[in-house]
């Protein structure tokens, strides 16, 4: 074997230069262009989040009337994208069926091959207006119901709950999931981003990128870990419940859903703000019953014993996925809900990466058999 220094994973290897946001975990930080996320998540509309990600200021007042109209009026779904969704199982996983939607969005875009920075912001616009409808509809076929017109007197986090539940969602819900999209919006160089980083790279289309990026965010070690917390949830049942569990889970070395980070060693940046968005829907579903406090029981005992235990932290999907689930989402939608916001930051990242491009190719030690020949093959003289 060679000397060479294998950085498995990445990990610790600085790529590229990105203006779009800085993870800082030594003061425990995330900023959008500047801005403190947490800022952002008390101040901000995710349509003003996504505008500040893609043209890197936040919209003035006309600004963001022009940006959430042209939103507004391109939420439905064309028929073919319906179709499709339609043609997909009903058992598929819903990162399946947003991925083939997504895809034929892009095959049905005449422009998917224009690669000019306006080309390529009218596409992430026009995704970020639609990808709500996939998401809700999806979930609502999967319950036996159809699909919903989008309402356009109703905003962005509005109009998404309404189209999932076809009711009018309260302010303290529609709050907490706006919340939810703009921490969920952006990340840095995660591994979805650099999948999208990668595929902008070759120079292919922004919706090539954007379809890679969802099936890397599908994993559980990625996006798909706020599905997983639930389904830990559901395994644990109740808070009495934890100590037990946890003594087998690690027994069997298994990872905890919703703990741990590559970048993070002493906690997520975005986990204080989520947990407070959590909280303030434990108290308002509480209202209807014990099971929020139950789960919010739950939330704690686990984190309790695991930090204890372990001493590593929740990131970003532990208070996430509960979220969700008080919110009325069922399990297998909440990694989509995750594509919905990352948009914005994978369209930022893809649109940063084509203006100032280098082919993504690393290399590789090679460690598999010496040299050697296929037995009687006598090369052409
Ligand atoms: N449960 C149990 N042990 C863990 C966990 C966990 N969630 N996370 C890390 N560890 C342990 C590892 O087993 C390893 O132990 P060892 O040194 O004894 O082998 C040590 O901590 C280091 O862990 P790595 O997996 O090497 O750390 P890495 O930086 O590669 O992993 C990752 C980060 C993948 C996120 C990991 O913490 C994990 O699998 N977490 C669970 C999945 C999850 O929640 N993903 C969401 C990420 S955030 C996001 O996408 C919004």
Same mark, same amino acid.
């Given at each position: 074997?060679?000397?060479?220094?294998?950085?498995?994973?990445?990990?610790?290897?600085?790529?590229?230069?990105?203006?779009?946001?800085?993870?800082?975990?030594?003061?425990?930080?995330?900023?959008?262009?500047?801005?403190?996320?947490?800022?952002?998540?008390?101040?901000?509309?995710?349509?003003?989040?996504?505008?500040?990600?893609?043209?890197?200021?936040?919209?003035?007042?006309?600004?963001?009337?022009?940006?959430?109209?042209?939103?507004?009026?391109?939420?439905?779904?064309?028929?073919?994208?319906?179709?499709?969704?339609?043609?997909?199982?009903?058992?598929?996983?819903?990162?399946?069926?947003?991925?083939?939607?997504?895809?034929?969005?892009?095959?049905?875009?005449?422009?998917?091959?224009?690669?000019?920075?306006?080309?390529?912001?009218?596409?992430?616009?026009?995704?970020?207006?639609?990808?709500?409808?996939?998401?809700?509809?999806?979930?609502?076929?999967?319950?036996?119901?159809?699909?919903?017109?989008?309402?356009?007197?109703?905003?962005?986090?509005?109009?998404?709950?309404?189209?999932?539940?076809?009711?009018?969602?309260?302010?303290?819900?529609?709050?907490?999931?706006?919340?939810?999209?703009?921490?969920?919006?952006?990340?840095?160089?995660?591994?979805?981003?650099?999948?999208?980083?990668?595929?902008?790279?070759?120079?292919?289309?922004?919706?090539?990128?954007?379809?890679?990026?969802?099936?890397?965010?599908?994993?559980?070690?990625?996006?798909?870990?706020?599905? #997983?917390?639930?389904?830990?949830?559901? !395994?644990?049942? %109740? *808070? @009495?419940?934890?100590?037990?569990?946890?003594?087998? &889970? +690690?027994?069997?070395?298994?990872?905890?859903?919703?703990?741990?980070?590559?970048?993070?060693?002493?906690?997520?940046?975005?986990?204080?703000?989520?947990? #407070?968005?959590?909280?303030?829907?434990? !108290?308002?579903? %509480? *209202? @209807?019953?014990?099971?929020?406090?139950?789960?919010? &029981? +739950?939330?704690?005992?686990?984190?309790?014993?695991?930090?204890?235990?372990?001493?590593?932290?929740?990131?970003?999907?532990?208070?996430?996925?509960?979220?969700?689930?008080?919110?009325?989402?069922?399990?297998?939608?909440?990694?989509?809900?995750?594509?919905?916001?990352?948009?914005?930051?994978?369209?930022?990242?893809?649109?940063?990466?084509?203006?100032?491009?280098?082919?993504?190719?690393?290399?590789?030690?090679?460690?598999?058999?010496?040299?050697?020949?296929?037995?009687?093959?006598?090369?052409?003289?």
């Amino acid at each position: 074997m060679t000397d060479i220094e294998i950085k498995k994973g990445l990990a610790g290897v600085t790529v590229d230069y990105t203006a779009v946001s800085k993870v800082n975990p030594e003061t425990n930080s995330l900023l959008y262009r500047g801005y403190p996320v947490q800022e952002l998540a008390a101040t901000q509309s995710f349509e003003a989040v996504a505008y500040l990600l893609w043209y890197g200021e936040l919209p003035d007042a006309d600004q963001l009337a022009a940006f959430t109209a042209e939103e507004r009026a391109n939420r439905a779904l064309d028929d073919n994208v319906r179709e499709a969704i339609d043609l997909t199982p009903l058992d598929a996983h819903p990162m399946d069926v947003l991925r083939t939607a997504v895809s034929l969005v892009g095959a049905s875009d005449p422009a998917a091959f224009d690669s000019s920075r306006e080309s390529d912001l009218a596409k992430s616009r026009r995704l970020l207006a639609k990808l709500p409808a996939m998401v809700a509809y999806d979930q609502r076929r999967r319950h036996g119901l159809g699909i919903l017109d989008p309402r356009e007197d109703l905003d962005y986090s509005q109009n998404f709950l309404w189209m999932t539940f076809g009711e009018e969602p309260d302010p303290v819900v529609a709050q907490a999931f706006n919340v939810s999209m703009i921490l969920y919006a952006e990340h840095s160089f995660n591994a979805s981003t650099f999948t999208a980083r990668v595929i902008t790279s070759t120079m292919s289309d922004l919706y090539s990128a954007v379809v890679g990026a969802i099936g890397a965010l599908k994993g559980p070690l990625h996006g798909g870990a706020n599905e #997983a917390v639930m389904h830990i949830f559901d !395994e644990i049942g %109740s *808070a @009495q419940n934890v100590g037990p569990w946890l003594d087998t &889970a +690690l027994a069997e070395k298994r990872k905890i859903m919703g703990f741990g980070h590559r970048v993070y060693k002493h906690g997520d940046s975005r986990v204080p703000t989520m947990k #407070a968005a959590l909280d303030t829907l434990v !108290e308002h579903y %509480s *209202a @209807q019953g014990d099971s929020a406090r139950d789960l919010a &029981a +739950l939330y704690d005992a686990l984190e309790a014993d695991f930090v204890a235990r372990k001493g590593i932290y929740p990131n970003l999907d532990y208070p996430s996925g509960p979220a969700y689930n008080l919110m009325g989402f069922d399990t297998l939608t909440f990694t989509p809900l995750f594509v919905a916001a990352r948009v914005t930051g994978w369209t930022a990242h893809i649109m940063e990466q084509a203006a100032s491009n280098a082919l993504i190719r690393p290399l590789s030690a090679y460690n598999g058999p010496d040299e050697r020949h296929i037995d009687g093959y006598v090369p052409d003289a």
